[in-house]
């Protein structure tokens, strides 16, 4: 009897100790299979989110570039306006002139996306170009920039298909402008040519962070590839037919407009293989830009952590211990990416996104207290020629001083940041006059020119300084940008190393 009891409570032992294995075993399976599918769930969203956040950024880079370059092709109008032509011969010999050719070329050293600058004439000739002087004979009344204004009494900035330049053969597309007379009648055009190639590249370091198998192209409205990351000469200018970006586009209320397809790519010759893609409209732009990951890339992370999950969850709670760190690690790398897209790599400042999110934010608090503030564009001086006579490793290194001296010259409160190669601004909190404004420049202009020590090099730096005042010169980002960006340029003109109040005034 005890006997048979001892064998009966084992075998009840036994069947427990089976019982609870199994148990343990299908909760162990049950819940391996339900953090796979969370993982990939959650490794899908942080992707669409990267993806999503990617385009923004991109959209926003893509408007500031085109607002700089429309920034220039209203102050070549303007010159020409100012000549007062009133025929065709007088505005030609306005063109044609070589002080008009110092000009634009100046202004087209002074921003790397620029291909060129040039005045045309009612015929399609060229009159004036950025490229040499005297220009080569050169007819542009083919181009569908020159057809539409000669054609169009319009104001608006016109921005062409890409095309082929007639004087280097690179690719590029412009935003062009009617010039008229005081009784509107056609005189002709002027051009910024925009590098498509510089627009693609500057796309690098954003595709590069996007991983292996990434692209980011900029299409027109009408889907013809104007730009694209990595760079396709042969594919510029075509139309893309599939139906991945109007879908993005369509689906922008969910997941913020962010697809998974497998439609065949139209740029890596019909690859059908699954990706993700995200585009976005260019706010007030007949633009749209996309980022696309492949599946290798967006499931990566994935992929990396299958076999981890399959081998260490013995048990429910050591799994989601597991999952929790590794969404909060793969959090924080999104935010840590984040955070990097919005500096500047070489001098950790501000980016021009940043910038401007912090000027929009000043705007908003200058409305609610009735405040002032300046925004103060400062460029350094012949950056290009300490470049080639020192090298770019001294040219980075005398980006940082300056950066470090204008930092110093400023207080904690107010914000500096880098916008472009050798271009900065300043945001300068309550500000009580104009100047105030001017008495910080001169402290910042003092800073800088004093000498900078570089390895064995000692360097004078000068800048010209362009200032714009809220609201005197505008109550937008973009019109204080512009008038600020406009004021510098005239510094640029009249000779370099001095401060330019903006002269534009609200309303």
């Known amino acids: 009897m005890g006997k048979l009891k001892a064998n009966s409570n084992s075998l009840l032992s036994k069947q427990l100790i089976y019982a609870v294995g199994v148990l343990l075993a299908l ?18 969203d942080a992707a669409r989110e990267k993806l999503a956040n990617t385009t923004f950024i991109l959209a926003k880079n893509v408007s500031q570039i085109l607002s700089t370059t429309d920034s220039i092709l209203n102050l070549v109008v303007s010159v020409a306006n100012e000549s007062n032509a009133q025929t065709e011969s007088s505005y030609q010999k306005f063109a044609s002139q070589r002080k008009v050719f110092d000009l634009i070329e100046n202004l087209k050293k002074s921003n790397n996306m620029v291909d060129v600058i040039s005045y045309v004439g009612d015929d399609g000739t060229l009159y004036n170009f950025s490229r040499s002087f005297p220009v080569p004979p050169i007819n542009l009344a083919d181009r569908d920039y020159f057809k539409y204004l000669s054609e169009n009494d319009t104001s608006d900035i016109f921005y062409s298909a890409p095309v082929r330049n007639k004087g280097n053969g690179k690719w590029v597309f412009y935003a062009a402008k009617r010039i ?58 075509e139309i893309n037919t599939n139906n991945v970006i109007p879908t993005s586009l369509a689906n922008a209320g969910v997941n913020q407009g962010v697809i998974i397809t497998d439609a065949p790519a139209a740029y890596q010759d019909l690859d059908s293989r699954e990706r993700m893609a995200s585009f976005r409209k260019i706010d007030g732009r007949p ?64 980016n021009r996104t940043l910038v401007t999110d912090t000027l929009q934010k000043l705007i908003q608090q200058a409305k609610l207290h009735a405040g ?98 809220y609201p005197v010169h505008g109550e937008s980002e973009f019109d204080l940008m512009k008038s600020a960006d406009i004021a510098m340029y005239e510094v640029k003109r009249s000779g370099r190393n001095s401060i330019q109040m903006s002269t534009a005034e609200n309303g």
Request: charged share 20%; with cysteine.
């Open 372 to 469: 002032s503030f300046a925004v103060i564009f400062v460029d350094i001086d012949h950056f290009k020629q300490i470049n080639d006579t020192y090298t770019h490793s001294v040219g980075d290194e005398l980006l940082k001083q300056v950066a470090l001296r204008l930092k110093e010259s400023i207080r904690a409160s107010d914000t500096l940041g880098r916008i472009g190669g050798d271009e900065f601004v300043v945001l300068i909190r309550d500000i009580a006059n104009q100047a105030d404004a001017l008495a910080i420049c001169e402290t910042i202009k003092e800073r800088l020119s004093q000498a900078i020590q570089i390895g064995a090099h000692t360097l004078t730096v000068h800048a010209s300084f362009g200032i714009a005042i």
């Open 287 to 350: 633009f749209i830009i996309g980022a696309l990951m492949s599946k290798a890339t967006y499931m990566k992370g994935f992929d990396a952590r299958f076999g981890e999950v399959i081998w260490t969850n013995t048990g429910a709670l050591i799994f989601f211990a597991a999952l929790i760190f590794g969404l909060l690690k793969l959090h924080q790398s999104n935010e840590a990416n984040f955070i990097r897209s919005l500096h500047d790599p070489l001098t950790a400042l501000p």
């Open 27 to 44: 909760i162990t399976f049950v819940n391996i299979g339900v953090s796979l599918y969370a993982l990939k769930e959650n490794t899908i």
């Open 180 to 237: 008229n007379n005081s009784a509107h009648q056609f005189l002709g055009v002027a051009l910024v040519g925009i590098s498509i190639e510089e627009f693609s590249n500057s796309y690098e370091s954003i595709g590069k962070n996007l991983g292996e198998g990434s692209a980011i192209p900029l299409f027109q409205s009408n889907y013809r590839l104007l730009a694209r990351w990595p760079f396709v000469d042969d594919r510029i200018g």
